[in-house]
């Protein structure tokens, strides 16, 4: 069984920055081999509503959204199974619950988030 979990939320203020993780255990073959992701469920949002943040796939390239790009960094380190979301000058319009996932053949794998909340 494939688990992620994330880590490094928290509350910071505008302009603040933080960086979260995602670690991965389990029945995984390689974490290597994967390309990985993140998305953000708003506060607001229906339960399955998620927002991709950005990815990187298993060679390290790496896209973002609009709205996290030149803001956002997306990292992972093999060695420790664990992919990273340093984020900065942070706004209010990114506080949610970020989510990291991957998918292996058919099946997607989701994290249970860890919560970003940021002040005005």
């Known amino acids: 069984q494939v688990q992620l979990v994330e880590s490094g939320g928290a509350l910071v203020q505008t302009g603040g920055s933080l960086r979260l993780a995602c670690a991965a255990s389990?029945?995984?073959?390689?974490?290597?081999?994967?390309?990985m992701a993140w998305y953000r469920q708003a506060p607001e949002a229906p339960e399955k509503t998620r927002e991709w943040?950005?990815?990187?796939?298993?060679?390290?390239?790496?896209r973002y959204s609009n709205s996290a790009r030149g803001r956002f960094t997306i990292s992972r380190n093999n060695a420790e199974d664990t992919m990273y979301l340093a984020m900065n000058n942070l706004r209010p319009e990114d506080a949610g619950m970020y989510i990291c996932?991957?998918?292996?053949?058919?099946?997607?794998?989701w994290g249970q988030g860890t919560q970003v909340t940021v002040s005005s």
């Open positions: 996932t991957f998918a292996s053949g058919n099946t997607q794998f």
């Open positions: 389990g029945d995984m073959s390689t974490f290597a081999s994967y390309a």
């Open positions: 943040v950005g990815s990187i796939t298993k060679d390290g390239t790496i």
